[in-house]
């Protein structure tokens, strides 16, 4: 990666390909991180909030959502590298405060991948036994 990408901003422009919004209002993930919409918050920190997912699909279904807009996990690598660190720690925090032993991360990765918010965000799944491959 070239010094360049790094001084990059995350991805504010709508993506042709899959028209999706770029951040702040147009942007549901954003409007929880700022508070506007209510969420079910499980854990925050400087970097990252964790909120419970509306439509959980396991016994405990945990969002991990970083406070700055990224779409998902390549521009996250590309351009906000930096929040690695932050994201890793926000998931095991989440994991300590709701005692979950076993659990699973998912980072769904464009729209064929079933991602459907472009805010990159993590889920974390656990209470159940989870099946591999995951369909
Ligand atoms: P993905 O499909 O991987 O982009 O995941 C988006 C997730 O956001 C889905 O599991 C939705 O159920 C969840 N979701 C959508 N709106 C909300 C909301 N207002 N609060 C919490 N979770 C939400």
Known sequence: MS???QDQ??????DAASGDAASGEDCLFCR??????SADLVHQDDDVVAFRDIQPKAPTHVLVVPRRHVRD?????????????ALLRGVADVADALGLEHYRVVANTG????????HL??????GRPMLWPPG
């Open 32 to 37: 929880i991180v700022s508070g506007e919409l």
């Open 9 to 14: 901003p995350a991805t504010e422009e709508p």
């Open 121 to 126: 965000h993590l889920h974390v799944l656990g």
């Open 73 to 85: 996990w390549s521009d996250t690598a590309r351009h906000a590298p930096e929040l690695g660190p």
């Open 3 to 5: 010094e360049h990408d």
């Open 111 to 118: 729209e064929k991948a079933g991602q459907s918010v472009f």
